[in-house]
């Protein structure tokens, strides 16, 4: 069970940063004191800790207003809306043509996040939902994000992230999760040889920006024996075509 006092904190911390975030204008620590209904050294345990983290600013006289890791923040959220606006009728084309499951995807941290799927015709049911969290090493998708991360990223990861084995097909080794995300990225795809379930498939493809940046990828994933042969170069080219449109319109807005 979490601690009551804990919850209080956290309840109160945001209090405090909506009124500044609310006020528009920059406002004192006996204000925010005042309106919120803590003593003074409450209020400046709370806002060190959203000074420390980006949320709020100190200005020179003293006073407190939104920091910029909010904007920042909204940005991701923003740009994660209009991706999927941009990305849903390519989506829906690539399922049409290909009969398969497709997930449009972001990095956040250390998962990946599903931001829509557009379900295939008669395929396997999955347990993807929008908003669900997944494993960076062990999909398509994931590999993906992870390739086009920068180096130190990439190592960051593998110090941090624990490569359990989802199948027996899994990589679990850094230096071979490495070499295959080195392929990844050479390639410009990714293949998931049931690595994260048994029984299904994926390919997954990156998603660019106006910059050159990878913001997002997309995979198709299905009934493994229709990801063999002849039949997963045809997938392949199809994934290929549709990130590329994709791409494509995100740099024209650009």
């Known amino acids: 069970m979490k601690s009551k006092v804990g919850i ?6 945001l209090e405090i940063l909506e009124y500044i975030v ?7 620590l006996k204000e925010i004191a005042e309106e919120i209904g803590l003593h003074v050294s409450t209020v400046h345990r709370y806002i060190s800790s959203l000074l420390e983290k980006g ?26 809306f209009d991706l999927r606006e941009i990305a849903r009728p390519f989506l829906i084309e690539l399922m049409e043509n290909t009969k398969q499951t497709v997930h449009l995807t972001i990095r956040d941290a250390y998962e990946g996040v599903y931001i829509d799927k557009v379900e295939g015709p008669g395929t396997l049911p999955m347990m993807s939902r929008i908003g669900m969290r997944m494993p960076l090493y062990s999909t398509s998708f994931g590999k993906v994000l992870l390739a086009y991360s ?6 960051e990861y593998l110090r941090k992230v624990p490569l359990i084995p989802r199948t027996e097909n899994t990589i679990t080794d850094p230096e071979k999760l490495k070499e295959e995300l080195l392929k990844v990225k050479k390639q410009g795809y990714a293949f998931d040889n049931e690595e994260n379930e048994r029984g299904i498939k994926c390919i997954g493809a990156p998603i ?15 009934y493994y024996k229709d990801f063999e042969g002849e039949n997963r170069e045809k997938l392949l080219k199809e994934l290929l075509s549709a990130c590329d449109r994709i791409s494509s319109v995100l740099r024209s807005k650009a």
Request: without cysteine; glycine residues 10%; charged residues 15%.
């Open 8 to 13: 209080s904190s956290a309840n109160q911390t």
């Open 22 to 28: 609310l006020s528009g204008r920059e406002v004192s």
């Open 55 to 80: 949320y709020v600013r100190k200005t020179q006289n003293g006073l407190y207003k939104p920091g910029f890791r909010i904007l920042e923040l909204s940005s991701y959220i923003l740009q994660g």
């Open 150 to 155: 920068p180096e130190s990223f990439i190592n």
């Open 208 to 222: 660019f920006d106006y910059s050159g940046n990878v913001v997002a990828a997309v995979s198709i994933s299905g």
